[in-house]
């Protein structure tokens, strides 16, 4: 996972925002400016063909 990876986390698509050596990210879902922080074991990278 790198910045700009899209992911999917709690059924939502997110964009990563940051990346913490502890292993949690700030993730921002498009369009919205409200940064969530979510550990990195629980977001699924998006295959490229899935992301609109």
Avoid: H
């Amino acid at each position: 996972m790198k910045i700009g990876t899209k992911v999917r986390y709690n059924n939502k698509v997110y964009t990563i925002f940051w990346i913490y050596e502890s292993g949690y990210c700030e993730i921002q879902e498009e369009d919205y400016f409200q940064v969530v922080l979510a550990d990195s074991s629980e977001l699924e990278v998006l295959p490229q063909n899935e992301i609109n």
